[in-house]
Nanobody, 116 residues
Framework: QVQLVESGGGFVQPGGSLRLSCAAS????????MRWYRQAPGKEREFVAYISNSPGITNYADSVRGRFIISRDNAKNMMYLQMNSLKPEDTAVYFC?????????WGQGTLVTVSL
């Protein structure tokens, strides 16, 4: 079945970096746009970044532009989010997402905590 699995979250101090991964299966990964979203405690889920299927056009939320980099490896069915210069306000559960036909697919999320 169509599945997305995130990994790479953890605890990091402000100014630090983390790299999130999203493993995709059950569909032709190279044919689909992929997105990262996040949901902070007590807040609604918000868009973070997307990457096109090929040749990799990207776009970012203003809050992360210049600090985060989205990428993908179609040969490995993997998407990544390199997060640099992390701030406490980046603390959230991060989700990867795609839409396959009419199916809106989400992973289970990975928690990122930015704190002293």
């Amino acid at each position: 079945q169509v599945q997305l699995v995130e990994s790479g979250g953890g605890f990091v101090q402000p100014g630090g970096s983390l790299r999130l991964s999203c493993a995709a299966s059950g569909f032709t990964f190279s044919g689909y746009f992929m997105r990262w979203y996040r949901q902070a405690p007590g807040k609604e889920r918000e868009f973070v970044a997307y990457i096109s299927n090929s040749p990799g056009i990207t776009n970012y939320a203003d809050s992360v532009r210049g600090r985060f980099i989205i990428s993908r490896d179609n040969a490995k069915n993997m998407m990544y989010l390199q997060m640099n210069s992390l701030k406490p306000e980046d603390t959230a559960v991060y989700f990867c997402n795609t839409v396959v036909s009419t199916l809106d697919v989400w992973g289970q999320g990975t928690l990122v905590t930015v704190s002293l």
